[in-house]
């Protein structure tokens, strides 16, 4: 692994570039789009849940954009758009034996598969359980209670029962390289990258700690490990401590995403580690190198942020998913600043200045996290997270089966048909994807393709963008999403910031730029700037209007003409202080379109779906600049 490291002077201001690799001096990199978070039949939950066809092989089919079976209206379903990449992101827990024991344990039963059968109850428990419809209450019996995660996390350690049974690395590392060589057949350099990853699914005592892992290895390498699993271990320390081994170890990079840190229960961004320490320079140091990335928006609802956190956002209120992951649904869902992406990245500010390190400079992407082996984003054509809650009657009249708990849980409709990851890399392959995630020059989208470029620098240009060699331009002036801009006394930086709509969705509202800052007495706090928007409105009393919805709900269409087609402008922050650490990121709203309920809901003969919302403004967030002082 190279890093560049690169210092210029422009118009005043110094900018630093850090990357792992640089894009290359004389083209501009590709935009390519993906899904990292994937899950088949090789998952125990999405197995018990309605999913024992759509494997490896089926979801990169459908992710190439081949027409594939659903494994639960067994309909065929095709995507509108093929990806760019892939991510099958199966859990390491028990990765791929809940299928042997489905298909194999009667018949040919082995000493290995006896003990882990005694270790997940019965092989009859099982089969009994899928074949009858039950499977989704079977694994809401398997999750765990409502504890203090810390505490739930230390009577693992304490726990000798809580190993990986015997045998249980057999039925995985055959799963493991079954997904290898899926990956090794669909993998087409320049046209489509199989990205080769895994999930890390710790929840302790219902706190959402999960992370997918990605490597740049290819197959023939990644054969020569197992993904590590929360069974080895619920600690992420842990988990960064076999990252970096293992990557001395085969000579290839990895890098965890968290996600879902929305119901995490305050604990994926926490001062203190989930051993309950203060955390110190050396993990902040390894965390922000291991985990470069954080998974904004996902079917799971949004961790951008939340009202009682961002009181004066009035997008704050945005695919909210107040359920935590365990047996028992009661109302106890609380917003902490550990649980969201802004909160995070404003703590990020805070321990820096008493570590010199940030553990929260990371950049966002979005994905799925489907478990029907599709991944799909879009709002007419949302294939549901489980294969069993993938039929609007399903949907509409009960809550989605195997996320757990009792009634008054989440349904179908609570689900968020989200999102996508966007990646400006150098070249469609395994190493520049993950390069350019390395650099956090990446960004999410709830499900449309909407094109979004923001640099900070000096001497910044609207023409800059039209160029061939736009980016290489750019970077000899300015940094792009993902970097540190450092800056001398009483300068004023530049933001330019460019969004394209998809042109198979809605037009853009408008753009916005959302600051965190370090007050006098080093305290976080934020602001949202109305940066460029449609339609001619203007401020009222300092607020932009909000573009009202043009949905016709009986059809579940929308006005194509409302909005722009694209926004671009050249801001700088009117309150800026170069003496303050800072960081900025853009978020871009699209003009209101039907949400996947109100289009089941149509076609139920429903007036509006009986459970969220009928409409939805889809939107894309940037990866963070970073402003610093000289």
Partial sequence: MTKITQRLVAAGSIVVLMATSAVSATTS???????????????????????????????????????????????RVQLNTPLDFLVIADHAEFYGGISDIYYKGIQKPDPSLLERIAFWYTENEIRDAIDSGNGPAYFANLLPSDLDPIEAARSWSENTSAVTPPGADISARNAWQRMLESAKRF??????????????????????????????ADPDTASEFLPFSSTDSPFPQDL?????????????????????????????????????????????????????????????????????LSPNDEFANFALYPWYI??????????????????????GLELDGELGVNPYAFGVIGSTDSHTGLATAEEANFWGKMATDSIPERKALSRTPGVGGSAGGPTGWSMQASGLAAVWADANNREAIVSAMQRKEVYGTTGPRIRLRFFAGSNLMLDDLDRADWHSHLIRKAVPMGGDLINPPDSQPEFLIDATKDPLSANLDRIQIVKGWLNESGVAEEKVFDVVWS?????????????????????????????????????????????????????????????????????????????????????????????KPL
């Fill in 29 to 75: 990199p590709q935009l390519l789009w993906g899904d990292t978070h994937l899950h088949t039949s090789y998952s125990f939950d999405a197995f018990l849940n309605g999913n024992q066809t759509a494997d490896p092989n089926t979801a990169y089919a459908f992710a190439t954009g081949q027409p594939v079976i659903h494994p639960g209206t067994r309909a």
């Fill in 187 to 216: 993998d087409r350099p320049g046209e489509f990258t199989a990205l080769i990853g895994w999930e890390w699914s710790a929840v302790p005592g219902g706190a959402n700690l999960h992370r997918v892992v990605i490597t740049d």
């Fill in 240 to 308: 960064w401590e076999w990252m970096d081994n293992t990557a001395t170890k085969i000579g290839a990079r990895f890098v965890a995403i968290p996600h879902n840190s929305n119901i995490s229960k305050g604990q994926m961004f926490s001062a203190t580690s989930l051993r309950g320490k203060p955390i110190d320079a050396e993990y902040a140091e390894q965390r922000a190198r291991l985990e470069p990335l954080v998974e904004i928006t996902q079917y799971k609802g949004d961790s951008e942020t939340h009202p009682e």
């Fill in 326 to 347: 365990q047996k028992v649904r009661t109302n106890n869902y609380e917003a902490k600043p550990g649980d969201y992406v802004r909160s995070a990245l404003k703590t």
């Fill in 535 to 627: 339609n001619d409105r203007a401020l009222v009393d300092g607020k932009l209007p909000a573009l009202a919805p043009e949905i016709d709900e009986k059809i579940g269409t929308w006005n194509v003409s409302q909005g722009a087609v694209s926004l671009r402008a050249v801001w700088q922050d009117p309150e800026f202080d170069a003496t303050q650490n800072a960081f900025y990121y853009a978020r871009v709203l699209q003009a209101p379109t039907p949400r996947h309920a109100l289009l089941d809901a149509i076609a139920l003969g429903m007036d509006t779906p009986t459970v969220g919302e009928s409409f939805i403004q889809e939107r894309a967030y940037s990866s963070p600049i970073w402003t």
